[in-house]
């Protein structure tokens, strides 16, 4: 079966420092790889994603950025943490071409100080 | 413009009782799916269940299903006989806008279960 792991769970980080969030995803190949951000009390946000190795779109303008430097490994990172970037973040994964159901880690929360 | 409403920030139920959450969405896709999550306090998101566009039936897993409306773009989700454990956030999720866009979360409903 397929697993997505997402570390670390909780960070707080003193503004511009930097940052980087991991994931992985197990059991699949060739996956849609995705980073959404979710503020308190809100809906889902995506940032960036991934149809493969070097591949990342980005949906919102900021100073994030994703990496995806294996198949199944997806990373978010910035070099300088703003106080706008404290929430909740999630990477998720699907299936290429299967409907797009998204399934979803843990989430990491980030407190920026 | 925000293309998945949900317009029930937050719902109440009865325990053993039966509640429906609301969604519209708006999407230029004419063969599509459509999703349900659950987002409890742990804030881990859960699919609760899926329904493909282009079929007619409405999509049903246990205690949960659909109420698909493809012409008025409505997907509401009907949660029966409700459990403590059903208590959370619960998110629709469709297409885009556009053609290719990316699934759209809505603003999500908080259930509450009172006992």
């Known amino acids: 079966s397929q697993t997505i792991h997402q570390w670390p769970a909780t960070l707080v980080q003193p503004v511009g420092s930097p940052l980087s969030l991991e994931c992985t995803v197990e059991g699949t190949s060739n996956p849609n790889l995705y980073w959404y951000r979710q503020a308190a009390g809100r809906g889902l946000q995506l940032l960036f994603y991934s149809v493969g190795i070097g591949q990342i779109s980005s949906e919102v303008p900021q100073n994030l950025s994703a990496s995806r430097p294996q198949d199944r490994q997806f990373i978010l990172s910035s070099k300088k943490l703003l106080l706008s970037d404290s929430g909740f973040y999630l990477c998720?994964?699907?299936?290429?071409?299967?409907?797009?159901?998204?399934?979803f880690g843990e989430g990491s929360w980030l407190t920026v100080v | 413009a925000q293309t998945v409403t949900q317009s029930q920030p937050e719902m109440s139920v009865q325990e053993a009782e039966t509640v429906t959450l609301s969604c519209t969405y708006d999407t230029s896709e004419s063969d599509y799916y459509l999703f349900w999550y659950k987002q409890p306090p742990s804030r881990q998101m859960i699919l609760v269940i899926r329904q493909e566009a282009y079929k007619q039936q409405n999509a049903t897993e246990n205690r949960f299903s659909v109420n698909f409306q493809k012409a008025a773009k409505s997907f509401s989700l009907k949660i029966s006989d409700s459990q403590l454990g059903d208590a959370a956030m619960y998110f629709c999720a469709a297409p885009g806008e556009t053609s290719g866009s990316r699934l759209t979360f809505g603003e999500g409903t908080q259930l509450t279960v009172n006992p």
């Open positions: 998720a994964w699907s299936v290429r071409y299967s409907g797009n159901t998204i399934y």
